[in-house]
């Protein structure tokens, strides 16, 4: 089955504790994204990444970093985590940027305490 | 700057009228065009998409939107609305010239359709 999987789907942590949220998609995309929901402020986008080893900045992209070293995974990864960025994230990919749909996973709710 | 906006936080219908989702955009050139919805705890879903042709775009489970190049809008219609399409719908736009991979959303207008 085509999809996008995220772990994990809860976090709670606190202020300042590293901590990574993986992705992974078996559709053979290119193209993946992160974004985070907030009430009120619908999606933004945090970073994408147009190929492996190619990644770069959304709207929001302070205090995330990204990797992509192989075509599928594309990990999010908080440093020093801050209460401003609980949030639900969602990580996407599709087949190339352009016209492409993209394809959701389920979302991380995370909270920073 | 690249935006889009939905001008209605809230829409509300009654079973078997029509709906409409408004969406405008800013783009710099000529866009891509995008619905998706969002059912409660799950992840965005696509609709509908609009690249070139026909201003009118047919999409998933009787959707259709129109695309208006002189009002920069792409709102989301369907003619006779069910209680199952309540949910939170997101308008995504992203402009073709570029060759970065940004994609806009809007903030989303929450769809209740009572019976």
Redesign the interface.
């Known amino acids: 089955e085509a999809q996008?999987t995220q772990n994990p789907r809860y976090l709670i942590t606190v202020t300042g504790k590293k901590l990574t949220v993986t992705c992974s998609q078996n559709m053979n995309h290119e193209?993946m994204?992160w974004?985070r929901q907030d009430p009120?402020?619908?999606?933004?986008?945090i970073y994408?990444?147009?190929n492996v080893e190619v990644t770069?900045k959304?709207?929001v992209p302070e205090g995330y970093k990204v990797s992509r070293k192989e075509k599928r995974n594309f990990p999010l990864i908080l440093e020093s985590p801050s209460p401003n960025q609980t949030s639900l994230y969602?990580c996407?990919s599709s087949l190339l940027?352009?016209?492409n749909?993209?394809?959701?996973?389920?979302?991380t709710r995370l909270s920073v305490l | 700057a690249q935006s889009v906006a939905q001008p209605e936080d809230q829409v509300n219908v009654a079973e078997g009228n029509p709906l409409t989702v408004k969406c405008t955009y800013s783009v710099s050139g000529n866009p891509y065009l995008f619905w998706y919805v969002q059912y409660p705890n799950r992840g965005l879903q696509f609709l509908l998409k609009y690249i070139t042709g026909d201003n009118l775009v047919k999409g998933s489970y009787g959707f259709e939107a129109e695309f208006n190049k002189s009002q920069t809008s792409f709102h989301l219609k369907k003619p006779s609305a069910l209680v199952s399409d309540s949910a939170l719908y997101f308008c995504a736009v992203r402009d073709r010239g570029s060759t970065l991979g940004r994609l806009y959303f809007g903030r989303g207008t929450q769809l209740t359709v009572w019976p």
């Open positions: 996008v193209y994204s974004y009120g402020l619908g999606l933004r986008q994408y990444s147009m770069d959304g709207d969602f996407a940027a352009g016209e749909i993209q394809y959701f996973g389920a979302g």
